[in-house]
């Protein structure tokens, strides 16, 4: 059964760095592009970032130069990065796998985690 | 980036009637060298993450009831619900990955 369990959300000052996890099982986050999706509370969703199947990364305009995707292959974990954490970037940050034959349509998601950023 | 937008905002359809949800797309989403539309579309139940319902605009995804359908091209698509379902009440979401992915909006869907 495919699984993708976030962790690492809660309230940070603005400013401040966090790093987010996502745990898969039920397939191999290497086998995957994956990515992070956010949704502010009562708000739609904005895509953040992506790391494709080769390790290429992409991140949106507004998290650029603040937000960093990664993997690790053994832990078949992907995580994200976030520093420099502004009010704007409070939000449910979901896990999403992307589908095999378009990476970044998104065909499972996790639960999420809740980042809250205020002083 | 590409600018989604959909409408109604809201709607309220009775159950067993037709709901009828659409998208545009500021620039055309088909890629001319597989002839696909790069257009998909979630579903979101409150307190839930989004569930992907239809790809390349009109692909079901495996186990998506068939009364949910996908048409459009280019620019103009559009999602339809033959026969709404009680459980069918969610905000539903299209997406482009022609480029960086953007989302639309979101259309709330509610029984009348």
């Known amino acids: 059964e495919v699984q993708l369990v976030e962790s690492g959300g809660g309230l940070i000052q603005p400013g401040g760095s966090l790093r987010l996890s996502c745990v898969a099982s039920?397939?191999?986050?290497?086998?995957?592009?994956m990515s992070w999706v956010r949704q502010a509370p009562g708000k739609g969703l904005e895509w953040v970032s992506l790391i494709y199947i080769g390790g290429g990364t992409n991140h949106a305009d507004s998290v650029k130069g603040r937000f960093t995707i990664s993997r690790d292959n053994s832990k078949n974990t992907v995580y994200l990065q976030m520093s420099s954490l502004r009010a704007e970037d409070t939000a449910v940050y979901y896990c999403?796998?992307?589908?095999?034959?378009?990476?970044?349509?998104?065909?499972?998601w996790g639960q999420g985690t809740l980042v809250t950023v205020s002083s | 980036d590409i600018v989604m937008t959909q409408s109604p905002d809201s709607l309220a359809v009775s159950l067993g009637e037709r709901a009828t949800i659409n998208c545009k797309s500021s620039?055309?989403?088909?890629?001319?060298?597989?002839?696909?539309?790069?257009l998909g579309w979630y579903q979101q139940k409150p307190g839930q993450p989004p569930k992907l319902l239809i790809y390349?605009?009109?692909t079901r995804e495996s186990g998506v009831p068939d009364r949910f359908s996908g048409s459009g091209s280019g620019t103009d698509f559009t999602l339809t619900i033959s026969s709404l379902q009680a459980e069918d009440v969610a905000v539903y979401y299209c997406?482009?990955?022609?480029?960086?992915?953007?989302f639309g909006k979101g259309t709330r869907l509610e029984i009348k």
């Open positions: 039920g397939f191999t986050v290497s086998s995957n592009a």
């Open positions: 999403a796998r992307g589908r095999r034959s378009s990476s970044d349509l998104f065909d499972f």
């Open positions: 390349w605009a009109s």
């Open positions: 997406q482009q990955h022609y480029t960086a992915p953007t």
């Open positions: 620039q055309s989403v088909l890629y001319r060298s597989d002839n696909k539309n790069y």
